[in-house]
């Protein structure tokens, strides 16, 4: 599966933004989907994830109470709604799919997307 992500951009504290990431190639619901970020000098670091059909997810303890992880199926697109934002919230932010079992560990997602920049300005 090809993954593309966007919607990142400049944002003020406090501010909102909506990451889009575009499946194709493959069924997309034949995957569990998730969010990374890497902030600059940091290493990545695992923000959120949806089951195949939606009904569950988890996030980070950064992410949990601002951030929300959707999909739509029928459109192959993954959604992250970010609000609240803080300066610590600035990275490039990937969209990954795996095959495997429900997780929040990065080496066992099999397919990546370029990432899309989120800076927050304070």
């Known amino acids: 599966v090809q993954l593309q992500a966007s919607g990142g951009g400049l944002v003020q504290v406090g501010g909102s933004l909506r990451l889009s990431c575009s499946a194709s190639?493959?069924?997309?619901?034949?995957?569990?989907m998730g969010w990374f970020r890497q902030a600059p000098g940091k290493e990545r670091e695992f923000v959120g994830a949806?089951?195949?059909?939606?009904?569950?997810?988890y996030y980070a303890d950064s992410a949990q109470g601002r951030f929300t992880i959707s999909r739509d199926n029928a459109k192959n697109t993954l959604y992250l709604q970010m609000n609240s934002l803080k300066p610590e919230d600035t990275a490039v932010y990937h969209c990954?799919?795996?095959?495997?079992?429900?997780?929040?560990?990065?080496?066992?997602?099999?397919?990546w997307g370029q990432g899309t920049l989120v800076t927050v300005s304070s």
């Open positions: 990954a799919a795996t095959q495997r079992a429900f997780t929040t560990d990065e080496n066992r997602y099999e397919y």
């Open positions: 190639g493959r069924t997309f619901s034949n995957y569990v």
């Open positions: 949806i089951s195949r059909t939606g009904t569950s997810t």
